[in-house]
């Protein structure tokens, strides 16, 4: 007879070899409940997804309603459909002139995929340049151009062309010439552990892919829709790139991508080949609704301005001799431990005491804090006194 947990790993396919194996049987605003009505505060979000929280009715409503009228019905790029041009306009309402126009996806390593095709379409180039530490998606290109050689040794050969540059190193963007299509870059590298971008870097890498005529992509997969206390991170930069990669939080917990561009350049995947790009279920209309839901919300209310009010919250709660740094902005948080089996103690100790927290990537020596936007003010206090007490017990 299996038991729940044998199914999961006997049929699932698994990632990783020791999963918290957490049984969920519902989950509602910041918390997530177990089968034993164990009640857990979400620190993570599903991994910066769940923007409004779990169960937001003013997503279930989006959801609801549209599959009410039409589900899928063609592929992307066909029919008419109202959630999908709705979003893109509002969208473009609210991104800077030459980000006009958007081509929905699935997921963020497909809106990476859409972009490095379309930077090799419209500069006639092949080389892609990335950073060292970053993480882009699962899927082959994305895979390409990650940052972290221990991830893809195995899955050799990938794109070639793929170069890579130091984030927040000024010496660096000298690798970038008139044979790059493109340079793809975090506002803030997730894998590493939030790392910010530091001395106008943004800016100079700008500069350098103007003078080479190199594209600019922004890969905002894990910042985009308020999370770092604007709509989007680079707005508070100063720097506009050529193509937006968007995905995560912008389906409030919907599965949905985006890569936005000019309306000249994503033209170029209309002809020759026509059907440049294609996705079957891409900007899913019940996954634009909810997006759509989404971003009017986070445009109508004050969520987005209460994330850096949020984030003082958290860093002054979280002041403790074993925290040797927190990095990140607004609601990306890492906190450094400096130490991976104290690390790991809290992830694992915390999910006992009722509290979600999450690992990075590449990095053992620090863990995640993602909330949704909508937390409280008493659940992040509440949140913080959990890894305090952990922290202060004697290891
Ligand atoms: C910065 C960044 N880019 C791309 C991705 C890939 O997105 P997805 O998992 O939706 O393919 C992620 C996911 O963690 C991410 O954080």
């Known amino acids: 007879m299996f038991t729940n947990k044998d199914l999961f790993k006997t049929f699932q396919a698994q990632t990783f070899p020791y999963p918290s194996c957490l049984e969920i049987k519902s989950a509602k605003g910041s918390y997530i409940i177990d089968i034993n009505n164990k009640k857990y505060l979400d620190f993570v979000a599903g991994v910066s997804a769940n923007t409004l929280g779990h169960s937001n009715p003013i997503i279930n409503n ?124 975090e506002i803030v590298q997730g894998g590493t552990g939030f790392i910010t971008s530091k001395n106008n870097f943004l800016q100079k890498v700008r500069q350098k892919c103007n003078n080479t005529e190199t594209l600019l992509i922004f890969d905002e ?61 891409g900007g899913h209309p019940v996954n634009c609704a909810a997006s759509l839901a989404c971003l009017q919300h986070l445009l109508t209310s004050n969520i987005i301005r209460e994330v850096k009010i949020k984030e003082e919250l958290f860093r002054t709660h979280l002041s403790h001799p074993k925290i040797k740094e927190i990095r990140g902005k607004g609601l990306i948080l890492s906190i450094e431990l400096g130490d991976e089996k104290l690390t790991k103690k809290v992830v694992e100790k915390s999910l006992d005491n009722g509290l979600i927290l999450f690992y990075f990537l590449f990095t053992k020596t620090s863990f995640r804090i993602t909330p949704p936007l909508t937390i409280s003010d008493k659940e992040i206090i509440k949140g913080c006194k959990i890894i305090i007490d952990l922290l202060d017990e004697k290891s």
């Not at 794109?159 to 927040?168: A, G, K, M, S, V």
């Not at 707005?235 to 193509?243: A, F, L, R, T």
Request: hydrophobic content about 35%.
């Open 221 to 281: 997969i894990q910042t985009c829709y308020g999370r770092l206390g604007t709509l989007f991170g680079f707005e508070q930069y100063n720097v506009v790139p050529d193509v937006l990669c968007i995905a995560k939080g912008m389906g409030a917990g919907m599965p949905i991508g985006a890569f936005i561009s000019s309306w000249n350049m994503m033209n170029l995947l209309t002809y020759e080949p026509k059907l440049g790009h294609i996705t079957t279920f």
């Open 62 to 185: 989006a959801v609801k309603n549209q599959l009410e009228k039409y589900s899928h019905v063609m592929v992307y790029g066909e029919y008419i459909q109202s959630p999908q041009y709705k979003l893109a306009k509002l969208l473009a309402d609210n991104l800077p002139d030459k980000l006009n126009t958007t081509y929905f996806v699935n997921s963020g390593a497909e809106a990476i995929e859409g972009a490095i095709k379309l930077a090799k379409r419209a500069t006639g180039r092949s080389e892609i340049i990335s950073c060292k530490g970053s993480y882009h998606g699962s899927t082959h290109g994305a895979l390409s151009i990650m940052g972290n050689e221990e991830q893809k040794t195995n899955y050799r050969p990938l794109l070639p062309d793929c170069n890579t540059i130091e984030y927040n190193s000024e010496e660096s963007l000298e690798k970038i010439t008139n044979k790059t299509a493109a340079v793809v870059i």
